[in-house]
């Protein structure tokens, strides 16, 4: 049963020291100092390097030093994902380059002007999905449904270095009443998006075989996606070599309602990102866990 606390990783300070070495170094030299970052989250993180080995070693299939090594490679590539988020956040967006893969997908959606869901997982690096669709449309909106577990000083502090995002976000509430925000934000043609690949204890959950073994989902974003009528696409946005970044759009062909054939073809999808860029499923935690009996599925 894959649990997930709902906080990702990430100190104020680490964040302060990126942005120092941002402004005074610039982007490539700021990635020499998560040679050393990477190397102590290597050493002391004990349970999420337990979590990412076991992905590379029993998942991928990785021979048991190359496993360690992507360990290790894991949280520097997540280290310079979030420096380019940072830096593109910033102001410095023409420091990187674009490539769009499957944007007559978004074209199409945005032209129809009746909303639309998109269904992405915590992998490369989503977070600057907005600096494409601004390339598509700029009267784009993209609401966020998510939790509000994040550390509020990390978010306080990076709102007085970066431009104000022009994603919104929609929070997750014990009511429901986030059903109304996200009904709301379609009736005014605008964008939901989902991350699918994080289930925590105690919220609705569907299961389904991913990498060749069990793990649980959250119910929340194919039981909605399935029931309202708009279109469904998984998106992603890829790190790439030299500062390039790889957004990629695939509609879901699945019927109506049927959520549990929603989660199959979204691991599909999931899976076959995995393959082209292993180290970029950033999911530290105990993704396949089963010490406990799995909780009642919804379907």
């Known amino acids: 049963m894959s649990q997930w606390d709902g906080k990702s990783r990430g100190t104020l300070l680490g964040y302060k020291i990126f942005v120092f070495c941002i402004k005074k170094l610039g982007i490539k030299t700021s990635y020499i100092v998560?040679?050393?970052?990477?190397?102590?989250?290597?050493?002391?993180?004990?349970?999420?390097?337990?979590?990412?080995?076991?992905?590379?070693?029993?998942?991928?299939?990785y021979p048991y030093f190359k496993s360690k090594i992507n360990v290790y490679k894991s949280y520097f590539t997540f280290g310079q994902t979030i420096i380019d988020k940072i830096a593109i956040s910033a102001g410095l967006r023409s420091r990187f380059t674009y490539e769009f893969d499957g944007v007559h997908i978004l074209n199409q959606l945005l032209k129809e002007k009746k909303g639309?869901?998109?269904?992405?997982?915590?992998?490369?690096?989503?977070?600057i999905a907005e600096h494409f669709f601004g390339d598509i449309d700029y009267d784009c909106q993209i609401n966020l449904v998510t939790t509000d577990r994040e550390h509020s000083a990390i978010k306080e502090y990076l709102e007085t270095v970066t431009k104000k995002s022009n994603i919104k976000f929609i929070f997750i509430k014990d009511d429901m009443s986030h059903i109304y925000d996200i009904n709301n934000a379609l009736s005014r043609n605008e964008l939901i998006c989902f991350t699918g690949d994080r289930y925590f204890e105690g919220t609705k959950c569907l299961?389904?075989?991913?990498?060749?073994?069990?793990?649980?989902?959250?119910?929340?974003?194919?039981?909605?996606?399935?029931?309202?009528?708009?279109?469904?696409?998984?998106?992603?946005?890829?790190?790439?070599?030299?500062?390039?970044?790889?957004?990629?759009?695939?509609?879901?062909?699945?019927?109506?309602?049927?959520?549990?054939?929603?989660?199959?073809?979204?691991?599909?999808?999931?899976?076959?990102?995995?393959?082209k860029y292993p180290l970029q499923w950033f999911n530290y935690f105990d993704f396949w866990y089963k010490s406990e009996p799995k909780p009642k599925q919804e379907t």
């Not at 050393?36 to 299939?61: D, E, G, M, P, T």
């Not at 549990?260 to 073809?265: C, I, K, S, V, Y």
């Open 116 to 127: 639309g869901v998109l269904i992405s997982a915590h992998m490369g690096n989503f977070e």
């Open 34 to 61: 998560l040679v050393f970052v990477a190397f102590y989250y290597f050493l002391f993180l004990k349970k999420s390097n337990q979590a990412i080995f076991y992905y590379f070693h029993n998942r991928l299939k």
């Open 207 to 275: 299961t389904t075989s991913i990498l060749g073994e069990e793990a649980n989902f959250p119910a929340g974003p194919f039981l909605i996606a399935s029931r309202l009528k708009v279109p469904v696409v998984f998106v992603y946005v890829m790190k790439e070599a030299n500062l390039h970044y790889h957004l990629y759009a695939r509609e879901a062909k699945t019927g109506h309602r049927d959520s549990q054939a929603l989660l199959e073809t979204y691991v599909e999808s999931v899976e076959s990102m995995v393959e």
